[in-house]
């Protein structure tokens, strides 16, 4: 069967296995590069983020709560973090394992949505006037912090502080209103994958921040990006087709794969 809405797509340590949500199935996938086997499994309504941890253990987000999901099941369950009129999206485990994580409305409207910085000891507010936050990425030399605004069609980047605090967010990149960025990922060069959902297509941004690129995908709802960190194949999410007036359009959602040859960057460890 196809996917609906496929995010957060990630590999796990030693590249061998490529897993992605489905958030509105509330399943997570797994797909082995070995056999080409894949496995789903129901974890949550609004499931939406899943970061590999050790063995086959997963950092999960969903609803307004984080838990752990194990082969036994969902542990550990955070309480509630946002408003109940909000639910969490994308999220990134960052160079000192911390998690950043983001929010979207419900509703679909309003900019007052947060992105937040969980450690062990707080909840921190980085942001909390976003229309959709979406994508987030850590930038592999500068150890900065990359995010989506997607409703404002704009990547912004913080800098890391040498105390660990992230600095004021700063533009980095904004598209053209008519364009959507989603998810994001980097390269071990520093470029930046982003997709684009509605132009069926990923755009590339060296660490200027000027677009040097753009991949054309078989489908215009593109969700999710990840370069495997051998390889340096591209694997796209895109959506399914039934949605924003694509009415004969009824593609279901796919993972797509582009042999480019640029490696990604490695999972830090959330601690």
């Given at each position: 069967p196809g996917?609906?809405?496929?995010?957060?797509l990630?590999f796990?340590?030693?590249?061998?296995c490529?897993?992605w949500v489905d958030?509105?199935?509330?399943?997570?996938s797994?797909?082995?590069l070995?056999?080409g086997?894949?496995?789903?499994?129901f974890v949550?309504?609004d499931?939406?983020?899943?970061?590999?941890l050790?063995?086959d253990?997963?950092?999960?987000?969903?609803?307004s709560?984080?838990?752990?999901?194990?082969s036994?099941?969902?542990q550990?369950?955070?309480?509630?973090?946002i408003?109940?009129?909000?639910?969490?999206?994308?999220?990134?485990v960052?160079s000192?394992?911390?998690?950043v994580?983001g929010?979207?409305?419900r509703?679909?409207?309003?900019?007052d949505?947060?992105?937040?910085?969980?450690s062990e000891?707080?909840?921190?507010?980085?942001?909390n006037?976003?229309?959709?936050?979406n994508g987030?990425?850590i930038?592999?030399?500068?150890?900065?912090l990359?995010?989506v605004?997607?409703?404002?069609?704009?990547?912004?980047r913080?800098?890391l502080?040498?105390?660990?605090?992230?600095?004021q967010p700063?533009?980095?990149?904004?598209?053209?209103?008519?364009?959507?960025?989603d998810?994001?990922?980097?390269n071990?060069?520093?470029?930046?994958c982003?997709?684009?959902?509605?132009s069926?297509?990923?755009?590339?941004?060296?660490?200027?921040?000027v677009?040097?690129?753009r991949?054309?995908?078989?489908s215009?709802?593109v969700?999710?990006v990840?370069l495997h960190p051998v390889s340096?194949d591209?694997?796209?999410?895109?959506?399914?087709?039934?949605?924003e007036?694509?009415?004969?359009a009824?593609?279901?959602?796919r993972?797509?794969?582009a042999?480019?040859g640029m490696?990604?960057?490695?999972n830090?460890?959330?601690?």
């Amino acid at each position: 069967p196809g996917l609906f809405l496929p995010e957060s797509l990630r590999f796990n340590f030693d590249g061998s296995c490529l897993s992605w949500v489905d958030i509105e199935t509330g399943t997570l996938s797994k797909l082995s590069l070995h056999t080409g086997a894949v496995s789903a499994r129901f974890v949550a309504n609004d499931l939406s983020f899943a970061h590999p941890l050790t063995g086959d253990d997963y950092l999960v987000a969903f609803g307004s709560v984080l838990a752990v999901l194990t082969s036994d099941g969902i542990q550990d369950v955070s309480g509630p973090l946002i408003a109940d009129h909000r639910r969490f999206n994308d999220g990134s485990v960052d160079s000192r394992g911390r998690l950043v994580l983001g929010a979207k409305s419900r509703e679909g409207t309003g900019s007052d949505n947060p992105l937040i910085l969980c450690s062990e000891e707080k909840v921190e507010v980085l942001d909390n006037d976003l229309g959709l936050s979406n994508g987030i990425a850590i930038e592999p030399n500068t150890l900065a912090l990359y995010s989506v605004d997607s409703q404002a069609s704009t990547i912004y980047r913080r800098k890391l502080c040498a105390d660990g605090r992230y600095a004021q967010p700063e533009i980095f990149y904004i598209f053209s209103p008519r364009e959507t960025p989603d998810g994001i990922a980097f390269n071990n060069q520093g470029d930046l994958c982003v997709a684009l959902w509605g132009s069926a297509a990923v755009a590339l941004l060296n660490p200027k921040g000027v677009e040097v690129e753009r991949w054309l995908v078989p489908s215009p709802f593109v969700t999710s990006v990840t370069l495997h960190p051998v390889s340096g194949d591209l694997y796209v999410g895109t959506a399914s087709e039934n949605r924003e007036g694509l009415r004969n359009a009824r593609r279901p959602g796919r993972i797509w794969r582009a042999p480019l040859g640029m490696s990604g960057t490695p999972n830090y460890d959330w601690v």
